[in-house]
């Protein structure tokens, strides 16, 4: 499969796990260079709510790996950011991401304790 493939396999998934960590994973993206100031600023001030900004982030997160020169860096990258926000559910979807592109997140990356979702 292609990395556009696997995200839209994940796509319904990972917009249920991206609203409850919505506002880091958008600063975690942005900080990696992974998606524009503009959708960071679109994120934190647009009235909708997180359900339609999670659909909206995923969304511009398609497109950057549509247009990117190395999609799979770019969404190993992506499920960095993912796992660092350190919640279980993120976690497990961006590692099944990594190994279905062949590739292992960083030790240092999946040795963090992780906080269980319901806290």
């Known amino acids: 499969d292609t990395p556009n493939d696997i995200l839209r396999m994940n796509y319904a998934t990972l ?12 600063n975690g993206l942005y900080a990696k260079g992974l998606i524009p100031m503009e959708t960071v600023n679109h994120i934190q001030t647009a009235a909708s709510s997180d359900v339609v900004k999670s659909g909206q982030l995923m ?26 926000q350190q919640h279980c559910t993120l976690t497990r979807i961006a590692t099944s991401i990594a190994h279905q592109l062949g590739q292992s997140l960083p ?11 319901d806290v």
């Open 59 to 84: 969304s511009v997160i398609q497109r950057q790996l549509e247009s990117s020169l190395n999609p799979e860096q770019y969404l190993t990258k992506m499920c960095q950011v993912m796992v660092n």
């Open 107 to 117: 030790n240092s990356v999946t040795s963090i304790s992780l906080i269980p979702d």
């Open 15 to 26: 917009i249920d796990a991206l609203t409850n960590t919505l506002y880091r994973v958008t």
